[in-house]
Nanobody, 124 residues
Framework: QVQLVESGGGLVQAGGSLRLSCTTSGRTFSNYAMGWFRQAPRKERQFVATIGWSANIRYYAESVKGRFTISRDNARNTVYLQMDSLKPEDTAVYYC?????????????????WGQGTQVTVSS
């Protein structure tokens, strides 16, 4: 059974930083792309960042480019999302997702496995 477990969310002031982690069990982590998505209240789930299996390819949503960094540690089966210069509009539940292939993608349909989500709240 594949499981994704996120951690690292919390409450932070605008301009601050948080690092989210997501650990995968139940499949060969290094073979697959990983992604981060988020969902704010009353809004659709949106793409945040993705990283390919070898970490050479990374894509970001325009709204987070230059502020967020996605990385992975294949030895620890973990993907990270470093979030800097946080803004109140970054407030959302953040989900990590395990891809169907090696290739980074922003499309939710290309992800089979999802974590339970972790709340990030940025106060102004």
């Amino acid at each position: 059974q594949v499981q994704l477990v996120e951690s690292g969310g919390g409450l932070v002031q605008a301009g601050g930083s948080l690092r989210l982690s997501c650990t995968t069990s139940g499949r060969t982590f290094s073979n697959y792309a990983m992604g981060w998505f988020r969902q704010a209240p009353r809004k659709e789930r949106q793409f945040v960042a993705t990283i390919g299996w070898s970490a050479n390819i990374r894509y970001y949503a325009e709204s987070v480019k230059g502020r967020f960094t996605i990385s992975r540690d294949n030895a620890r089966n973990t993907v990270y999302l470093q979030m800097d210069s946080l803004k109140p509009e970054d407030t959302a539940v953040y989900y990590c997702a395990g891809g169907n292939s090696r290739y980074a993608t922003s499309q939710p349909k290309e992800y089979t496995y999802w974590g339970q989500g972790t709340q990030v709240t940025v106060s102004s």
